[in-house]
């Protein structure tokens, strides 16, 4: 129902031409849905809402290779057209190249604030927390 709204920005059928694996599944239920395919639907799912703020926690988490592909390519096409969005993902290569800010959280605690460029040429943070450097 929502995705019939006259006007609206994100269209079933335009999602569906981003997804075109859903196509193929649009008659059965969730349940019986690869992960890949319950995450794409996740994302369509937020998306035909008119979202302000697109919130994203571990999009690839689980995902084969090229199924994230699929869905980090949209994430990608999502911020070229200016979708505010809140990442988590553990993925810190994935993420620093989707983000315009960086968090580091460890134990509840923001341990880092910056920019990718910033985190990337931090070595202390990278290296403990990132796994990378050394």
Do not use: C
């Amino acid at each position: 129902e929502i995705a019939r709204r006259p006007g609206s920005r994100w269209p079933l059928e335009g999602m569906l031409e981003r997804f075109p694996k859903l196509r193929e599944v649009l008659d059965r239920k969730g349940r019986l849905l690869s992960g890949g395919e319950q995450q794409m639907l996740a994302i369509v799912r937020a998306l035909l809402t008119g979202p302000e703020l697109l919130l994203l926690d571990e999009p690839s988490q689980g995902l084969a290779p090229l199924v994230v592909e699929t869905v980090m390519g949209t994430v990608r096409e999502l911020k070229r057209e200016r979708v505010s969005m809140l990442l988590v993902e553990q993925n810190a290569e994935m993420a620093l190249e989707l983000a315009d800010r960086v968090y580091v959280i460890d134990h509840g605690t923001i341990v880092f604030e910056g920019t990718p460029a910033s985190l990337r040429a931090n070595h202390e943070v990278t290296t403990t927390y990132l796994g990378v450097g050394g």
